[in-house]
């Protein structure tokens, strides 16, 4: 008796990858600060784009709403201006990151630098923060989209 090979289904089974899952995050914002900085650049830096180095971040604070009794209420957002956004050569996998430690949530997203002004300007009336991010796994998360408010959301 013959054996003959079987073909192999292109369905993946078991869960679905955690790039395809996605989990919503609803902040309520509390407070906020702005850093900036101006120097002259270093030479052996890879993020040099020219003969000096700016550096600007907007972080926000708040407490998570959804998902209701979520593990880490505390949040805090930092919104950094990077003027290689619009220069990647490769497809991103995500705008940023979340890092959960202690009770707090950390998410690092990268905005770009010509959108900085209009958020620190509008910064003290922002209330409301959305993170569409790809589920925690080891603490971490890809974060895949972001929406900020002056008003609440009416689904709150």
Same mark, same amino acid.
């Given at each position: 008796?013959?054996? /003959? @090979?079987?073909?192999?289904? $292109? ?6 990858? #955690?790039?395809?899952?996605?989990? #919503? ?18 030479? $052996? ?17 708040? +407490?998570?709403?959804?998902?209701? $009794? ?10 950094? @201006? ?16 979340? /890092? @959960? ?28 923060? +959305? ?26």
């Amino acid at each position: 008796m013959t054996r /003959t @090979a079987q073909q192999k289904s $292109n369905t993946r089974r078991g869960r679905p990858r #955690l790039e395809t899952q996605r989990t #919503l995050y609803q902040i309520k914002l509390s407070g906020w600060d702005f850093t900036w900085s101006f120097s002259l650049a270093l030479r $052996n830096s890879w993020a040099n784009e020219g003969h000096y180095n700016e550096h600007m971040i907007l972080t926000l604070r708040g +407490e998570v709403l959804y998902p209701e $009794n979520f593990k880490y209420p505390d949040v805090e957002c930092q919104l950094y @201006a990077d003027a290689r956004l619009t220069q990647d050569i490769e497809p991103p996998k995500g705008i940023g990151s979340i /890092t @959960a430690s202690g009770t707090r949530l950390i998410a690092y997203i990268a905005v770009p630098r010509e959108r900085m002004d209009t958020l620190a300007g509008v910064a003290d009336r922002l209330i409301s923060l +959305e993170l569409n991010a790809t589920p925690l796994h080891y603490r971490r998360a890809l974060v895949m989209s972001i929406h900020l408010g002056t008003e609440p959301e009416p689904d709150w």
